[in-house]
């Protein structure tokens, strides 16, 4: 086959046609908050972290995309405060990696706008077998960071 052919190969055809993401897998989750520019600090600094690069922007927020799922951060058209102990979404929880991948981000998270939580029992919080870091930003969204087992 030339050059100039269609791909043949499953490699060569993977590298070309768009990926099917596996059905049931996320897409996407979209976060409003009440400071814009403040979240998109916080959130920005520790999706990139990950791995997540800004996918698009506009007055009123922002997308952060890893693969095919994506991460929206948006100005709430309503100034209510969240509250994760509340009925809705307690918190997201990311694969963040080695334990030192993990207690990097949370020895550097203060200096993004991330509180610890549970820092007695941090790096077990969520018990014996479970190595990850609990952080809240400062509208009280808690994040969860989990180490490769």
Same mark, same amino acid.
């Given at each position: 086959?030339?050059?100039?052919?269609?791909?043949?190969?499953?490699?060569?055809?993977?590298?070309?046609?768009?990926?099917?993401?596996?059905?049931?897998?996320?897409?996407?989750?979209?976060?409003? &908050?009440?400071? /814009?520019?403040? =979240?998109?600090?916080?959130? %920005? #600094?520790?999706?990139?972290?990950?791995?997540?690069?800004?996918? +698009?922007?506009?007055?009123?927020?922002?997308?952060?995309?890893?693969?095919?799922?994506?991460?929206?951060?948006?100005?709430?058209?309503?100034?209510?405060?969240?509250?994760?102990?509340?009925?809705?979404?307690?918190?997201?929880?990311?694969?963040?990696?080695?334990?030192?991948? &993990?207690?990097? /981000?949370?020895? =550097?998270?203060?200096?993004? %706008? #991330?509180?610890?939580?549970?820092?007695?029992?941090?790096?077990? +919080?969520?018990?014996?077998?479970?190595?990850?870091?609990?952080?809240?930003?400062?509208?009280?969204?808690?994040?969860?960071?989990?180490?490769?087992?």
């Amino acid at each position: 086959m030339d050059s100039g052919s269609a791909a043949s190969t499953p490699a060569d055809r993977a590298a070309v046609e768009p990926r099917r993401p596996a059905r049931g897998s996320l897409h996407h989750v979209e976060l409003q &908050v009440r400071d /814009l520019d403040r =979240a998109l600090a916080a959130w %920005g #600094w520790i999706l990139g972290e990950l791995g997540y690069r800004e996918d +698009a922007r506009w007055p009123d927020g922002a997308s952060l995309r890893l693969g095919d799922a994506y991460v929206v951060i948006a100005r709430a058209p309503r100034d209510v405060p969240h509250d994760r102990r509340g009925a809705g979404l307690s918190h997201l929880a990311f694969h963040a990696g080695s334990a030192a991948d &993990v207690d990097g /981000l949370w020895d =550097a998270a203060p200096d993004h %706008g #991330w509180s610890r939580l549970y820092a007695d029992r941090h790096p077990f +919080a969520g018990g014996p077998g479970h190595r990850a870091a609990f952080l809240e930003d400062a509208e009280r969204f808690k994040l969860e960071l989990v180490a490769d087992a």
